[in-house]
């Protein structure tokens, strides 16, 4: 069982290129989530999804947009991509319906935009 | 507003024992997480807490105090691989988790 996967692993992007950060999970979750990490600072969300078919804004959506179209995938996508997205993003899944539930992580992908 | 305080980087000796604090404030409360982060890993969850209490696992423990707003993470007998940073991370009324900076422990010999 691989759990999560992220793709790609690391990635340097020249700003005001489209990227997407693709993230697969093979537990089942429902609900799935999209985190950006920066030195000093906690992890904060960009988008989620409690179910397929459905997405909600996070703490920081903007310059960001996902989909689920499945249960398995949430892909992320930088549509112009911007200096200040250079970070580490990390996918998570969790069997969360409207409970709490432990959150399960991806190994993250490390991205530059210059 | 939500906010997860916790010390930036603390510093333990090999074999000792080590408490790391978190305090917390959100809209509505369900629950408190503690998540183990190796450099250049991703998180690994470590432990639980919605009741007040000590809930213990093998070396490691957590306490809650709704409360107070605090919890804290005991380390046992340190191992030179819980070299890492731990992040507090608390649920809030829309079951979202508001997370803190991380506490960064380096264990010495």
């Known amino acids: 069982i691989a759990g999560i996967t992220q793709a790609p692993t690391s990635q340097i992007l020249a700003a005001g290129r489209r990227m997407t950060l693709r993230c697969t999970q093979d537990m089942r979750h429902n609900a799935m989530y999209w985190y950006r990490q920066d030195l000093g600072l906690g992890l904060r969300l960009i988008h989620y999804s409690n179910t397929a078919g459905t997405t909600g804004k996070g703490e920081v959506p903007d310059g960001y947009s996902v989909s689920r179209a499945n249960t398995d995938d949430f892909p992320l996508t930088l549509a112009s991509a911007v200096p200040s997205q250079t970070s580490v993003y990390f996918c998570?899944?969790?069997?969360?319906?409207?409970?709490?539930?432990?959150?399960?992580f991806g190994p993250g992908t490390r991205l530059t935009v210059l | 507003g939500q906010n997860i305080d916790q010390p930036t980087e603390m510093t333990a000796t090999e074999g000792a024992i080590v408490q790391i604090n978190c305090t917390y404030q959100t809209s509505g409360f369900n629950g408190l997480f503690w998540y183990q982060q190796h450099a250049g890993e991703a998180p690994t969850f470590l432990s639980y807490?919605?009741l007040d209490g000590l809930e213990e696992k093998g070396r490691f423990s957590s306490f809650l105090s709704r409360s107070k707003g605090y919890s804290y993470l005991l380390l046992k007998e340190l191992q030179m691989k819980d070299s890492a940073s731990y992040l507090c991370a608390a649920a809030d009324s829309n079951y979202q988790l508001i997370w803190g900076a991380g506490t960064k422990l380096i264990i010495k010999p």
């Open positions: 807490n919605v």
């Open positions: 998570a899944s969790s069997d969360s319906n409207g409970i709490t539930d432990t959150q399960y």
